[in-house]
């Protein structure tokens, strides 16, 4: 059974960072394509980041490039995405998902998900 557990959210104020992890069991996070999205109240969930099994190629949305830095431990089976310079708009639930499509960036292409963790931004 595979199972997808985000950590890390929390409440930061404007400016912080904060650091999510995705620890990954019934699958092996080097063999899939891992991506992070978020979902704000009222709005779509969206793709933030994403890395391919390889680690050769990352994906960022525009409104995170250059804040957010998605990585991947395969000795611990985890992946995480650490966010600096954070605002208010980064306010969402972050959730953790698994695709076999290489370079998938679209919400249909990931067969696994997690069941989120909240982040919120103060100002």
């Known amino acids: 059974q595979v199972q997808l557990v985000e950590s890390g959210g929390g409440l930061v104020q404007a400016g912080g960072s904060l650091r999510l992890s995705c620890a990954a069991s019934?699958?092996?996070?080097?063999?899939?394509?891992m991506g992070w999205f978020r979902q704000a109240p009222a709005k779509e969930r969206e793709i933030v980041a994403r890395i391919t099994w390889s680690g050769g190629n990352t994906y960022y949305s525009n409104s995170v490039k250059g804040r957010f830095t998605i990585s991947r431990d395969n000795a611990k089976n985890t992946v995480y995405l650490e966010m600096n310079s954070l605002g208010p708009e980064d306010t969402a639930v972050f959730y953790c998902a698994a695709s076999r499509s290489n370079l998938a960036t679209t919400r249909a292409s990931y067969n696994y998900w997690g069941q989120g963790t909240q982040v919120t931004v103060s100002s």
């Open positions: 019934g699958l092996t996070v080097s063999s899939y394509t």
